[in-house]
């Protein structure tokens, strides 16, 4: 016993909160950010969305939205600029909480949901976070794949498959995965703080390896012509629900990162560096990848007489082809460069998420980077390939995961700009003190779980629908087709009145009287003069004590006498 004691010992992460039965456990990672670890500048925040949008999924999505709903691509061109404003502005506004108190999505869950319901939507982003995080793996590899074809030539394609037809994968692609795998591996040990570089240099290969792919579609077909891709585009007298879905589409494919900006925002050196500058990042590179995935799908038909609908398949057959030393070289460049990408978005969208949700729900044994070493060792027994390749079943859900993903941020908007209007009192994010505002019944906030639970009963039917093409009417469909923008307004709507009718309190007992305008707290970080820092963090003025974390308990009170000394005499 004394041995699991010890080994439990070694393997937790201090805390040092962990002694006071009041307060929640907690580490550093959960914790405010610290002064010294915000890091992120305004750039990062502009090239993170140039890394993240010139992406191996998104290539194809304007193409695929022209099959999927049948619009022209006029319209779908139209639509994307529509559907990237409104995008880009849900970044900004589910950034501002993470940029105005440092903390990430986990603790902000607890003041609207309640210090321990709040662990169940922390563990459903967790959970599919792990599974597109080992999706977006196998995509990487493939384009590594692509790579080693273009060095070892026939020798790479004609390895033999030494395994089972069950195992619903090649010998030659569980190399290349294992490769790229290992070559993604290291950079589960950065910190979100350490990563921004990694950031900063897809942002800006991602642009170049995807306009040159452009630039070679469209010399090799002569342009895209009347942008037929093989799909027949069906000229309707109404095209409202074509352009929801379209403009759904698109919002959905990013619904997830819009839930995990207070992860990144609570990095930023300068609050304003993580709201509005992450515009300029989103809305040209998302409306720039669309259009030109779609024209060079276009005329690359016109060359080879077929559409191609992921990124590794066009360049397979651009090397078939044009089989040659310099076009070997030039997919080489582009197929790394898009591996390099995919490895860019899994840590942007899953694996730092994944690590914070960890983090949160068993923080004294995770921090973000063992939790990212975590999910990574995940990968492998996920089987990505398998999740591919045959369970059409899962690989609809996770389609299907924005309309449960709209209504909770739903939630969290609503609470943060109309019920608390911009205030939130961080030490109350880590305290199980029953008194607390974030306390609500026992901990869970049943009627924000309620609020949630409502939203998306109206696009339940159209998710079945899904699974049974034969069931239901068209209208059930429709209404799934544009699940994320219907959720969201029930979801932010139902949070409002029942907030307005149970009237949470914003702040702790004894400070009724504090200010409600908007952003008061942020102007003393979310705390109290009369409360202690937090990592680091706190009232102004009472940081830099804490900042010592290795001085002995007589040396923090000492310095403490002597801030309050000068404190009298400059009054």
Known sequence: MNVLRKFDY???????????????????DLKPTPPNERTWKMYNYILVWFQSSFGVSSWNTGSSIIKATGLPYKHVIGAAVIAACFCSFMVVI????????????????????????????????????????????????????????????????????????????????????????????????????????????KGVVMPIAAFGLFIFCMVRGHGPGDYDIGVKVVQVTSQGNEWIHCINSIIGSISAAIINQPDIAGYSKKRKDALWPQCIGYIPSIVCILLIGMAANASIRRAYGESYWSMWDLMEAILSHQWGPG????????????????????????????????????????????????????AWPMVPWKM????????????????????????LMADFYVVRRGNLHVPSLY?????????????????AGAAWAISPIIAIPGLYKSYHSDSLSQVASNIFYGGWIYTFIIGFTAYTVLAFIFKPPIYPPGHEDTPTTWEYMVQTNGFFENDEPINGVGYPGSEKLSDIEDASEELKTELRVITSIKSVSQN
């Open 10 to 28: 070694y393997i937790s992460v201090r805390d040092d909160t962990e002694e006071d039965s009041d307060k929640l456990r907690a580490n550093r």
């Open 94 to 201: 589910a950034a501002r909480s993470g940029a105005d108190y440092k903390v990430g999505y986990p603790a902000i869950a607890r003041a609207v949901f309640g210090i321990r319901f709040s662990r169940f939507f922390v563990f459903v982003r967790m959970f599919v976070a792990a599974l597109w995080f080992g999706v977006q793996t196998y995509y990487g590899s493939r384009c590594f794949d692509i790579a080693l074809h273009c060095i070892f030539g026939h020798k790479w394609t004609d390895i033999p498959n030494l395994l089972p037809e069950s195992a619903q994968i090649t010998t030659r692609l569980a190399i290349s995965f294992f490769i790229y795998w290992l070559a993604q591996f290291p950079l589960m040990f950065l910190h979100p703080r350490q990563i921004r570089w990694f950031f900063t240099i």
């Open 327 to 378: 076009t070997r070289c030039a997919v080489f460049l582009c197929s790394v460069s898009f591996a390099l990408g995919a490895a860019g978005t899994n840590v942007f969208t899953n694996s730092i998420p994944f690590a914070a949700d960890l983090c949160g729900i068993l923080p004294k044994y995770f921090t973000i980077v063992r939790g990212q070493i975590f999910l990574a060792l995940l």
């Open 388 to 411: 591919i390749s045959s369970a059409t079943t899962l690989v609809s859900f996770l389609g299907s995961y924005a309309i449960f993903v709209a209504p909770l941020l739903a939630c």
């Open 431 to 447: 305290t199980n003190n029953p008194n607390g505002p974030y306390y609500f019944y026992k901990g869970f906030n049943l009627w």
